[in-house]
């Protein structure tokens, strides 16, 4: 496959937002410091980045898909004021025994499912071995693990304990650690001229 390209994949809540109980309302959004910075300097080393979450409390009826989209509008507007391009955004709005009606559902997409992320590589032609994956809890780590992704980092805060996973995983303490574990190894631009 020709052209694929790297991706930041992001957890949403506890990475790019405070975690706050089934947030749906934009006043309720305090940006994780750092999160700017790292999807920057993800852009300028040609990834995409894109946001990949749980959405339980739509499952639950605390909020719904509309609310959900509503603050995902207002979080890409933040976002593009801070020099960043929100690609796209993955979401599951099930939960196996909470979820009401239709929500109900045991689904390949709820992490540690790795199902969003293979729905990402394919709509927006990722190299998954060559893309980072941060997120604060395990189950991030494990649908990261579960789709081959090659960068798995685990923000530390929000895990009371080291994850009982095979996958290999590095811990980072802040948000601009991650910075640093960026794969580089991305194509060379292509050469003009004569070489
Ligand atoms: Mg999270
Ligand atoms: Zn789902």
């Known amino acids: 496959m020709k052209n694929l390209t790297p991706a930041l ?34 852009q300028a080393l040609e990834h995409k980045v894109i946001v ?6 739509i499952a639950r009826q605390f909020y719904s898909e509309e609310d959900f989209h509503a603050l995902m509008r ?6 593009a004021r801070e ?5 796209a ?8 025994q909470f979820g009401v009606g239709q929500y109900r559902k045991d689904c390949a997409d709820r992490k540690p499912g790795p199902g ?14 060559k893309s980072l994956l941060l997120g ?15 960068k798995l980092v ?6 009371p304990s080291p994850c009982i996973s095979s996958a290999r995983y590095v811990v980072v303490p802040s948000i601009m650690d991650a910075i640093n574990l960026l794969p580089r190894n991305v194509s060379p631009p292509k050469a003009t001229g004569n070489i």
Request: with cysteine; proline share 3%.
């Open 83 to 87: 020099q960043v391009i929100l690609d």
């Open 52 to 57: 990949i979450t749980n959405q339980s409390g």
């Open 136 to 150: 604060d809890r395990c189950s991030d780590i494990e649908a990261g693990a579960a789709a081959g992704v090659g």
């Open 154 to 159: 685990l923000l530390a805060g929000t895990e």
């Open 116 to 129: 969003m992320l293979f729905r990402a590589a394919e709509e927006h032609r990722i190299d998954l071995g």
């Open 89 to 96: 955004y993955y979401y599951c709005p099930h939960h196996p």
């Open 74 to 79: 207002w979080m890409t507007e933040e976002f």
């Open 9 to 42: 994949f992001l957890d949403r809540d506890g990475v790019i937002n405070r975690e706050v109980e089934y947030l749906y309302k934009s006043e309720q959004v305090q940006f994780i410091p750092g999160i700017f910075d790292l999807c920057r300097a993800a």
